[in-house]
C-alpha cells in the first residue's frame, strides 16, 4: 500500500513569514494529492490538492508543489496570518485509498 | 443541505460493550470512508465504500465492522471495544478518488473513549 510521510511534525513561524510543509510518498501510482487543514476541534477542511499531470497550483497565499520523479510534494503558504494556525494534513491516492501523512502542527506567531 | 452528519459526538464505553457510530450524507456521494485519528499518527483509514452494497477494508480494519445499504448512510460498529480504539473517528464522503469534484467532506468527528 501507500506510505506517506510529513515533515516537520511541528513548525514555527513569525507572522508574515512563509511556511513550507513537505511530503513524501512511495507509491508511483499515486495521482492525487490534496492537502487538508484542521483547526482545534473541528473537522479537517480541504485547502488545496493537485494531480499528478501538474507540476504547481496557487491560490493566494497558498501553492503546492508536486515532483512526481522524487514522489515528493510541498505545500507552501506566504504571508502567514495567525488564522493560519492550525494542523495541516497532506494526503496521497492508491487506487481507491486516501492515505494521510502524520500531520504538521503550524503555529504563526503574532 | 447538511453535508456529513456524524452521532454521537461523544461517547464512553467499558471494555467489551459494542456500539455502532453514525454517518449520513445528503450530497449523494457514492464514496464513503470512515478514519480514526490518533496525536501524531495523522488519520489512518479503518473501512471505505465505493457505493450502496461494496464496502472494503483500510489500512486499520480490526475491530470495526462496516455496512453500506443506502448511499446516504455509512454505520462503523465496533464488535468488542477495547482501550486501544480510544481515538476520534470521522467519517468522510466524496464523489470519489482523485477525479473532477472528489474533494472529501468530513463529518464533525466522535470522540470515543473506552475505559
Known amino acids: 500500500g501507500e506510505n506517506v510521510e510529513q515533515h516537520p511534525s511541528t513548525l514555527s513561524v513569525q507572522e508574515g513569514d512563509s511556511a513550507v510543509i513537505k511530503c513524501t510518498y512511495s507509491?508511483?501510482?499515486?495521482?492525487?494529492f490534496p492537502w487538508y487543514k484542521q483547526e482545534l476541534g473541528k473537522r479537517p477542511q480541504l485547502i488545496i490538492d493537485i494531480r499528478s499531470n501538474v507540476g504547481e497550483k496557487k491560490d493566494q497565499r497558498i501553492a503546492v508543489t508536486l515532483n512526481k520523479t522524487a514522489k515528493h510534494f510541498s505545500l507552501h503558504i506566504t504571508e502567514t496570518q495567525p488564522e493560519d494556525s492550525a494542523v495541516y494534513f497532506c494526503a496521497a491516492s492508491w487506487g481507491n485509498m486516501l492515505t494521510f501523512g502524520g500531520g504538521t502542527r503550524l503555529m504563526v506567531k503574532p | 443541505n447538511a453535508g456529513v452528519t456524524q452521532t454521537p459526538k461523544f461517547q464512553v464505553l467499558k471494555t467489551g460493550q459494542s456500539m455502532t457510530l453514525q454517518c449520513a450524507q445528503d450530497?449523494?456521494?457514492?464514496?464513503m470512508s470512515w478514519y480514526r485519528q490518533d496525536p501524531g499518527m495523522g488519520l489512518r483509514l479503518i473501512h471505505y465504500?465505493?457505493?450502496?452494497?461494496?464496502?472494503d477494508q483500510g489500512e486499520v480494519p480490526n475491530g470495526y465492522n462496516v455496512s453500506r445499504s443506502t448511499t446516504e448512510d455509512f454505520p462503523l460498529r465496533l464488535l468488542s471495544a477495547a482501550p486501544s480504539q480510544t481515538s476520534v473517528y470521522f467519517c468522510?464522503?466524496?464523489?470519489?478518488?482523485?477525479?473532477?469534484?472528489?474533494?472529501?467532506?468530513f463529518g464533525q468527528g466522535t470522540r470515543l473513549t473506552v475505559v
Open positions: 468522510a464522503s466524496s464523489y470519489g478518488i482523485g477525479g473532477p469534484n472528489t474533494e472529501a467532506f
Open positions: 450530497m449523494n456521494h457514492e464514496y
Open positions: 507509491d508511483s501510482a499515486s495521482n492525487y
Open positions: 465504500s465505493v457505493g450502496a452494497g461494496i464496502t
